[in-house]
Structures are given as structure tokens and as C-alpha cells.
């Protein structure tokens, strides 16, 4: 028998023992995917819970289900975060998609020293990031969605104080020597990962500098210079890679 499909909720939509799907999803539910009464779903609250439901009543606006069974998830460690510097175009698009597959938490975008792109309509910006989390997620099968926070300069990012304990902080930098994998592999059993990726041009001596000060480990990714999206992606691989396999 295959998976039923999942979709996100909040926790609010839950109420005893239904649980009413409403907006975007239920033109999909009913329309693309011609789910009706008795077909079941995964519901997720973007938090901890998943519930098994059956659809009850399918309507024009909303989906009427009942709840079958549910199931708390474990949260999976480390929880890492991704401090990307906004790249030209729609890369940033790209860069939420993947990472979101790669199982980033949340992403945070920066505006850094060498930042070229100019931003305009912030709020549809991450209102549309925040879309593509949430398409990402349930198309990687993911019980939760990846936070994305609002666009921060790089020089607030770094005061912003880190109270969580165990947290290990990476930047991968081009003059850095150090393998990523050996800091990964030296700090295992950590609880938090943050990494920052700069943009196009990458970040300058100086944020390098800012950021060490504030406990930022200056990692390599390998000998070749990537692009900036390319080097978010292989980051999240080689944190992926190293710590599941733990």
C-alpha cells in the first residue's frame, strides 16, 4: 500500500477529533489528486505531530476529516541553520528548495558587505520563501516546515547572542584551511549547527574576521572556489553526511 500524501496544518486546525484542511490544499486534495471520502492523508503540524486521517466530507473550501491515529515525532538533531547572503536573480529561490530537502531548520537572509542585489518588497519575498519551504517540505516527505526568517544585515546576525547550548558555528571561507568535515567530526554530539554561506564574491576578510571573533569556526568546502549556491548545498551535504551517519 502506498503513502498517503501529507500536507501541513496548524496546530490550531485541529479540533477533537476532526481536523479541517482549508486554502491551497484543498484544490490539490480534491482537484489534482481526486482524493474523496474514505481516501486517508498524513497531517502534519509543523511542530511534532503527525495524524493519520480519513476524509469525511470534501466541499468547494475546505476538507472535512477525521482523525485515525497520531503520532508525536521525534525531533532529529542537530537543527541547523542557514545564514545565506541574498544572491543576484532568483537564486535564493533555488537555494530555499534544496536546502529545505537537505533538512535545514530555518534560513536566514543576509545582506553582507559584498551583497549586490537590491531589496525591494521584502515581505513578498519572504512570504514567497516561505511558500517554497513549505511546497519543499512536502514533496521531501518532511513532518515540518523550515523557519525563514526576515532579511538581516550580517553585522546584526553576528550580535544577535546564541543561547543555545552545544551549537557548533561554521563559515566556510576560501582561504580557510581547515576541512569542514574534521570540525564536524571533532564537535559531534552538538544539538545546533549554524553556517553562514556569503553571496556572489563571497564574504570579505573583514566579516571573516567579525565572525571569528564570535566563535565562527573558518572551514574549507575543498580546493575549488564555488558558486555561492553551490557551496550552500555542498555545506548542507557534508553536515547532512556527517552527522546522520553518527
Request: glycine share 6%.
Amino acid at each position: 500500500m502506498s503513502r498517503p500524501p501529507r500536507f501541513f496544518i496548524s496546530p490550531e486546525q485541529v479540533s477533537g477529533p476532526h481536523i479541517t484542511v482549508s486554502g491551497e490544499d484543498v484544490r490539490h486534495i480534491a482537484a489534482v489528486l481526486r482524493m474523496k471520502a474514505g481516501d486517508s492523508l498524513l497531517l502534519s503540524d509543523g511542530e511534532e505531530t503527525e495524524y493519520t486521517v480519513r476524509i469525511a466530507q470534501v466541499g468547494k473550501t475546505e476538507i472535512r476529516t477525521e482523525i485515525v491515529n497520531r503520532v508525536k515525532q521525534e525531533i532529529i538533531y542537530p537543527r541547523v541553520t542557514l545564514g545565506q547572503g541574498l544572491p543576484k536573480s532568483d537564486k535564493m529561490d533555488w537555494i530555499v528548495q534544496k536546502a529545505t530537502e537537505l533538512g535545514v531548520s530555518s534560513i536566514v537572509p543576509l545582506i553582507t558587505e559584498r551583497t549586490i542585489v537590491k531589496i525591494r518588497d521584502e515581505e513578498k519575498r519572504v512570504s514567497r520563501w516561505q511558500k517554497i519551504a513549505r511546497e519543499a517540505a512536502m514533496q521531501s516527505n518532511r513532518i515540518d516546515i523550515p523557519a525563514i526568517s526576515h532579511i538581516v544585515s550580517f553585522k546584526d546576525f553576528l550580535r544577535t547572542p546564541n543561547s543555545e547550548l552545544r551549537t557548533l558555528l561554521l563559515l566556510p571561507w576560501e582561504e580557510a584551511t581547515m576541512p569542514i568535515k574534521d570540525v564536524l567530526r571533532e564537535k559531534s554530539g552538538v544539538q545546533q549547527i549554524i553556517v553562514l554561506i556569503g553571496p556572489e564574491g563571497g564574504f570579505s576578510s573583514v566579516e571573516a574576521g567579525m565572525a571569528k571573533e564570535k566563535g565562527f569556526h573558518l572551514v574549507s568546502l575543498g580546493p575549488n572556489v564555488l558558486r555561492t549556491e553551490t557551496a550552500a548545498m555542498a555545506a548542507m551535504s557534508m553536515i547532512l553526511y556527517e552527522t546522520s551517519s553518527r
